[in-house]
């Protein structure tokens, strides 16, 4: 490569790389909006619901950054390569446990069953979201990446 191509490719890579940042930024900030306002408009008691639901969500997450990680990697080494299969299997085991654990947080959190339904309902949707990205971020399609983070 000439020079002056590493040097574009330096500053494509360098404009892309602060489009997938500022997403993830912009991302976590979101994350406290609904915090603030059930702070503002909530009782103590639901306040604390909400909390509990929100650190339920975030956990229950992670198997959808993990499948994104899996599957940019296996991408990146085969491009092109299907993941399908993995990642609807990944988000049915996901929100599959969350169901499985609804009667249990329920009683101990005090929750009603119907939000710990909707949280398996969001548990597969993050987790099949996280395929998805994986993909995007295998196929080196970051400014698509940033959007769908985003």
Do not use: C, K
């Amino acid at each position: 490569m000439v020079a002056s191509e590493v040097g574009a490719r330096g500053r494509g890579i360098g404009v892309l790389g602060a489009a997938v940042a500022v997403a993830g930024a912009l991302t976590n900030a979101l994350g406290y909006v609904v915090p603030v306002l059930g702070a503002r408009q909530l009782s103590a008691a639901d306040l604390g619901a909400l909390a509990t639901v929100l650190a339920i969500a975030a956990i229950a997450g992670v198997p959808g950054l993990g499948l994104q990680i899996a599957v940019a990697v296996h991408r990146a080494r085969h491009p092109g390569a299907p993941a399908g299969r993995v990642g609807w299997l990944t988000a049915a085991v996901s929100a599959g446990a969350v169901v499985v654990l609804t009667p249990v947080a329920g009683a101990l959190l005090d929750l009603p069953a119907t939000v710990t339904l909707s949280l398996a309902i969001y548990t597969a949707a993050v987790v099949v979201a996280g395929r998805w990205l994986g993909e995007l971020q295998g196929d080196e399609r970051f400014l698509r990446l940033a959007l769908g983070m985003a």
